[in-house]
């Protein structure tokens, strides 16, 4: 009898616990959130996904809008096409010019809003938004992008609170992207004119010199087949004379 208490004690325990768990944890997964595929590198170039959750059992997900950051804007942001999902990119003039690869951009992302086409993110579903980004600040940690999520019931969720330093997880946090730091790949992004040329006048120096060898081995081999036949030659000679010799010597015996 106590051997079984004791076991419906634990099992009621652990139950409990479970469902503690459950309950602290989901709040983290139904959050929309912003990750890297890979690194998103200072300088440099990435994919972030924007991933949203279905939360409500009653109703689908049928519109996510991602306001771009204006303190540290970006001046290329091109959405992957998805199935089922329209989509709208807003542009904006700067209220301060960025360089992009040596060009003056007046204008940037502001906006990219998706819009469901059929039924939109069902209960208990997920889906995943990609959004190639660059140049990535080199003097910010992060970058902050709100976001607004909007349901088949017209429900709508403002995913717009920034997170203070020291202070408790908001209720509706923005999507936030943590930028780590540059490496030097991040910083070149192909090669340049002049390494181009070094690269070919490397790559000319070593096919003349292939050339040269190659034809220095050609010399050689034909130089050594001359001798080799002058030698046969001279061999040939030198028998046809001993043979010859003998023979006078035979006929003059006799």
């Known amino acids: 009898m106590k051997a079984s208490r004791i076991a419906s004690r634990v099992a009621a325990a652990a139950a409990v616990a479970g469902s503690a768990v459950l309950v602290l944890s989901s709040p983290a ?16 170039y990435a994919v972030v996904d924007f991933k949203v959750p279905n939360e409500r059992d009653n109703a689908s997900t049928t519109k996510l809008e991602v306001t771009f950051p204006t303190d540290h804007p970006l001046a290329s942001a091109m959405p992957e096409p998805i199935n089922g ?41 997920f889906q995943k938004f990609p959004v190639s980004v660059g140049a990535l600040p080199e003097d910010a940690d992060e970058l902050v992008f709100k976001a607004i999520q909007t349901y088949s019931n017209k429900e709508v969720v403002r995913w717009i609170e920034v997170q203070e330093d020291g202070a408790e997880e908001p209720e509706n946090p923005a999507p936030v992207l943590a930028l780590s730091a540059a ?20 790559d000319a120096e070593a096919a003349a010199s292939t050339t040269e060898a190659a034809s220095d081995s050609d010399s050689s081999d034909t130089t050594a087949r001359v001798l080799g036949v002058v030698g046969i030659v001279v ?8 043979v010859l010799a003998g023979r006078r010597r035979t006929t003059t015996e006799a």
Do not use: C, N, R
């Not at 061999?235 to 001993?242: D, F, I, L, N, S």
């Open 29 to 44: 997964f139904a959050h929309v959130s912003v990750a890297a595929e890979g690194t998103a590198a200072k300088g440099g």
């Open 85 to 125: 999902w329209k989509i709208d990119v807003t542009k904006s003039k700067l209220a301060k010019p960025i360089e992009l690869h040596g060009k003056q951009i007046s204008e940037a992302v502001s906006k990219i809003t998706w819009t469901a086409t059929g039924k939109g993110i069902e209960a208990g579903y």
């Open 183 to 202: 490496s030097e790949d991040e910083h070149s992004h192909g090669t340049t004119a002049e390494d181009a040329s070094d690269e070919h006048s490397d």
């Open 235 to 242: 061999g040939a000679a030198g028998v046809a004379y001993g």
